[in-house]
């Protein structure tokens, strides 16, 4: 069985990582690795850090490209490799261009798709933009469908998806954590938590990713203010690796600069990023895989938007959403930091995002599939 799997962002390789170590192991499988690169900078250290080479590079990432430049290069790039690899099967993982350009492109060549992490949904197509529709795309080109939860199963299913096609397997984010967690912490880690005193007896870590083009302009203006409230505490340092897009570095530089207990950083690696979400006491984020990953921590999470895709873990008390007004990020964070049974409560919660064996589900479906 030839499969060729396909990635262009740091997301999507971290969770394909599992599955495609998973693969180079399994007797009776020909595995190959295509990445776009469509963010070149943030992927590189997650392929050495999975030590995952792959057989094609398209390097395709090019400075404030369109996602029409994107996708059209993807289309133009991709389809020589399918045509020379010819794979029985094309392994696509969540909601990026490159996925949803992949699966349309395979489904033109008539190649067996399966869809990892299949199933999200938040309903509104314009939130997430542009995953929400990215992953329905995928969804219906796909043959196999990877749901990482029996929610999002049930959202397949009532899309008319065969119920013989879907497989929930748990998210292979979860094995790809159980693997990073077990290397070093980085240097660079450990003296950031030296410098800013984060110990038992030091200050609080509050975490936060923030980048979503959804929230670009007010939103992350919003966002911005709340952080500048929340650092007047005293008893917690922020630590907010800046995603590189223009929109966000303008408005975040602008905004947080020169704001004691503020902590600026360029965008981290994977493996110090997990190492400092591990230490943390509490995460802010608008982005889909650390409302994953902090759970298995144990660490709360409250969610800068006004939708999730991953409701389970709002029902599960790990992920709160908050969206991007100022005064009700502050409220719920300053009740998780002062209201020890409220911290308690959502520290304590289950994660339902899986026990770190998704990618093993995974292949074995692939292996049994009927046609």
Not at 67 to 77: M, S, T, V, Y
Not at 163 to 189: C, F, H, M, W, Y
Request: aromatic share 6%; charged share 25%; with cysteine.
């Amino acid at each position: 069985m030839r499969i060729l799997s396909v990635f262009g962002t740091r997301p999507e390789a971290v969770k394909m990582a599992p599955v495609i170590l998973e693969l180079g192991r399994t007797a009776g499988v020909d595995s190959h690795v295509c990445t776009t690169a469509q963010h070149r900078e943030m992927l590189d250290q997650v392929l050495q850090l999975f030590a995952i080479r792959p057989d094609v590079d398209l390097d395709l990432m090019r400075e404030d490209q369109s996602l029409a430049e994107l996708g059209a290069a993807i289309f133009k790039e991709l389809d020589p490799v399918f045509e020379q690899i010819q794979p029985d099967w094309v392994l696509l993982q969540g909601d990026t261009t490159t996925v949803a350009i992949t699966a349309l492109l395979a489904y033109y060549r008539r190649i067996r798709i399966g869809h990892i992490e299949a199933g999200l949904r938040t309903h509104d197509k314009w939130q997430p933009f542009p995953e929400e529709v990215n992953r329905r795309v995928a969804g219906v080109s796909a043959d196999l469908h990877f749901a990482p939860t029996e929610w999002a199963r049930q959202n397949l299913l009532h899309e008319g998806v065969p119920a013989r096609s879907i497989t929930v397997t748990g998210n292979p984010v979860i094995d790809a954590l159980q693997i990073v967690v077990g290397k070093p912490a980085p240097k660079e880690v450990l003296l950031l938590q030296k410098r800013l005193r984060l110990d038992p007896e030091g200050k609080r870590l509050i975490l936060v990713t923030a980048h979503r083009r959804e929230n670009f302009g007010a939103p992350l203006e919003g966002i911005c203010t709340a952080l500048q409230q929340l650092a007047k505490r005293g008893d917690v340092e922020i630590v907010y690796p800046v995603h590189l897009n223009p929109s966000v570095q303008g408005t975040v530089y602008r905004m947080l600069k020169d704001q004691p207990h503020v902590n600026l950083l360029p965008p981290m690696d994977y493996l110090p990023l997990i190492h400092l979400m591990k230490r943390a006491s509490l995460v802010l984020t608008d982005s889909g895989g650390i409302q994953e990953e902090a759970p298995a921590f144990g660490v709360p999470v409250l969610v800068l938007r006004q939708v999730t895709e991953r409701p389970e873990g709002v029902e599960a008390g790990v992920l709160k959403l908050v969206g991007t007004e100022p005064g009700k990020i502050v409220l719920e964070a300053s009740r998780l930091l002062d209201d020890p049974q409220a911290y308690a409560k959502m520290a304590h919660a289950v994660s339902p995002f899986g026990d770190g064996k998704a990618a093993g589900r995974i292949v074995r479906t692939l292996l049994e599939f009927q046609p």
